[in-house]
C-alpha cells in the first residue's frame, strides 16, 4: 500500500507527495510527514490531522484542531479511506486543501486536471457584491 497526496489549494498547491503504508500526521508543525506553511496557512493548526492505520483500513482523523477538517464541505472528526479512492480534504474552512489516495504500490491515483476545483464561494461573494452595488445605484437615480 501506498499514500498519495496531491496539494490543491494552499502555499503548497500543485505539489505532490508519496508515503509508503504507515502514519501520516499533517499540519503546520515542522515535525508532520505533511507540512502547510506556517505564515500563509493559518486556517490549518499546527497538529491537524494524521491518517492512520485502522484494523485493516486507512482512517483520516481530525486531532483536535481549532478550525476543523472538512470533506464535501462538511467538518467531520473521522473519514474512513477506501482503497483506490481519492478524497478532497480541506484544513479550515477556506484553509489548504489536499486530494488524499491510498491504494496499491503498484497503483496511481487519476493525474489532477488543471482548475479541479473552482473556489464557489468567492463568485458567490462577488455576485452579492455587485446586486448590492446595483439596488444601491438604482436608489440612488431615484
Known sequence: MKIVVDHLLGSRRGQRQEFPAG?????????????????RDLDASSRHAELREQQGKYVLCDVGSSNGTFVGGNRVSEVVMETGQAVVVE????????????????????????????????????????????????????
Open 23 to 39: 502514519r501520516v500526521t499533517i499540519g503546520r508543525h515542522p515535525k508532520n510527514d505533511i507540512v502547510f506553511d506556517a505564515h
Open 91 to 142: 484544513f479550515g474552512a477556506g484553509g489548504p486543501q489536499l486530494r488524499i489516495w491510498v491504494g496499491a504500490d503498484d497503483a496511481a491515483p487519476d493525474p489532477i486536471r488543471p482548475g479541479m476545483r473552482f473556489p464557489w464561494r468567492w463568485l458567490a461573494v462577488a455576485v452579492l457584491v455587485g446586486v448590492v452595488t446595483a439596488l444601491v445605484l438604482l436608489r440612488l437615480a431615484k
